[in-house]
């Protein structure tokens, strides 16, 4: 089934809902993703720029943990939301616009997968080995005065434990742990029912927790 | 990958993300105090998702701003590049070229009227003295003549009169700016090429002159029509076409 014909049409906003302001009224007004989603309908491109503004972090972090390099996160946040404006008509319930916008970037993330270059460099970074375990299990922390470095290298030992995880799960617990999304939402934007997300998810964070224990890498050292 | 899922554990994952409804999640915290097994893998989920925020992007997120399309901007006519290749001259310039201009211009046949308190401009013979625009009062036979007559001088005499004095004003501001910026530029060069283009120029804005000229009428040819129309309570297809009849009782002022 289609994504968007999961949700049902919104009632249409009348003025006031949609933030116009009467004589004498607050001048100050944040407005819901469906508000501005309606304007944006009407070809309103501040409104859209707003929803951008407010999503963008969400939609990079999102995407740049999927496909592992910043440059393709770039250009895939752009493409997908290029393809949220040109297609902002077709979205029925404009509260769904994070769920969505997320969806239209997982597709392009997985087109990028697809792809043999997409492949070729995926594979090469899942082969890296995973030299800061070492650093961590082996107690030369404390002889390190860079906390920051530290942190870095946590960084990416997760990263590359995650990496290992098929993409399904991974990208379930994305949704999950790092964009806020609950289990019926990234059933949603999977296409799956939330009782398969949170299995994603529950067979995901045993293989994580199984891939860090044989680096070494108990909870308390993260 | 196996995506059946124990009942047990579902509850367990919808307790651990908070999920379960407030009846559920109570009898599923009885049930974790209980069994030592469910708790522990509890404690380990819970571990593991301890850990995750410490994957961090340090790349600063990039700002994304959609930009909206704007038509191509309107490209410059001929005339306005013209007029705008030339820097405006000092005042005493100016006023001393205008003359020159207006000199020329009368040598050119430029005729200056005044009329309602103004100055018109134009080219070509004196025309007859213009007529008020007031509409002929129609008679009984006057139908036939709107029908037999295409361009319906008898009903809306298409004179200079009908040209507002907003309109003359902006064409005879034009007409002097042109003319002068032209002039000062011969005046400076007297070369043969500049003067051919003053001669050019004179002629494209007899040209335009005339061209706009007949804009106007015809707009206003067409306005008339329309009073002359809704003065009589019909409506201007019934009255060019199926011969709807005129008031000859209620007499038209041509210039509203």
């Known amino acids: 089934m289609d994504f968007l014909e999961q949700f049902p049409p919104p009632p249409r906003p009348t003025g006031d809902e949609r933030g116009i302001r009467r004589p004498g009224e607050a001048r100050v007004q944040t407005f819901t993703d469906g508000e501005l989603v309606a304007r944006c309908q009407d070809g309103d491109v501040a409104a859209f720029n707003q929803l951008a503004s407010r999503w963008e972090s969400s939609l990079y972090g999102f995407v740049r943990r999927t496909l592992g390099d910043g440059e393709d996160a770039r250009d895939v946040c752009q493409e997908a939301l290029v393809k949220a404006w040109t297609n902002i008509s077709r979205l029925r319930d404009g509260e769904k616009f994070k769920s969505w916008v997320h969806y239209i970037a997982l597709n392009l993330c997985r087109d990028r997968f697809r792809s043999p270059r997409a492949r070729t460099e995926v594979l090469a970074f899942e082969d890296e080995p995973a030299e800061p375990t070492e650093a961590i299990a082996s107690g030369s922390r404390s002889d390190s005065s860079d906390a920051g470095a530290e942190a870095a290298s946590r960084s990416r030992v997760l990263e590359s434990a995650l990496a290992e995880l098929p993409a399904e799960q991974r990208t379930a617990i994305l949704l999950r742990e790092f964009q806020g999304f609950t289990s019926d939402e990234i059933g949603e934007i999977t296409g799956v029912p939330a009782a398969t997300v949170r299995t994603r998810i529950y067979y995901g964070l045993r293989a994580l927790r199984k891939s860090l224990d044989a680096r070494g890498i108990a909870a308390s050292d993260v | ?256």
């Open chain 2, 1 to 256: 990958m196996n995506e059946r899922m124990d009942p047990r554990i579902d509850k367990l994952m919808a307790y651990l993300y908070g999920e379960l409804p407030e009846s559920e999640r109570r009898a599923f915290e009885r049930l974790l105090g209980e069994d030592a097994e469910l708790r522990q893998e509890y404690e380990e989920l819970a571990g593991t998702r301890a850990m995750l925020p410490a994957w961090r992007i340090e790349e600063r997120v990039p700002s994304f701003v959609l930009v909206e399309d704007r038509p191509e901007p309107k490209r410059a006519t001929f005339w306005e590049r013209f007029v705008a290749s030339w820097k405006v001259p000092s005042p005493a310039w100016g006023l001393a070229f205008a003359t020159i201009a207006l000199v020329v211009a009368a040598a050119a046949g430029l005729r200056v009227q005044k009329i309602d308190g103004g100055l018109a401009f134009r080219f070509g013979e004196e025309a007859a003295a213009p007529v008020r625009s007031t509409v002929p009062e129609l008679g009984p036979g006057q139908e036939l003549a709107l029908r037999e007559n295409p361009d319906r001088s008898v009903l809306v005499p298409a004179t200079a009169d009908w040209v507002t004095r907003e309109e003359m004003d902006n064409q005879n501001a034009e007409l002097v700016m042109a003319l002068t910026k032209a002039l000062n530029d011969y005046g400076q060069r007297r070369d043969a090429e500049t003067y051919g283009l003053v001669q050019s120029m004179a002629q494209q804005l007899r040209d335009e002159q005339n061209r706009d000229y007949r804009q106007i009428t015809g707009r206003l040819d067409t306005m008339g029509l329309e009073v002359l129309a809704a003065r009589n309570g019909v409506s201007l297809e019934d009255l060019l076409h199926n011969g709807a009849e005129l008031n000859p009782e209620r007499p038209l002022e041509g210039k509203e």
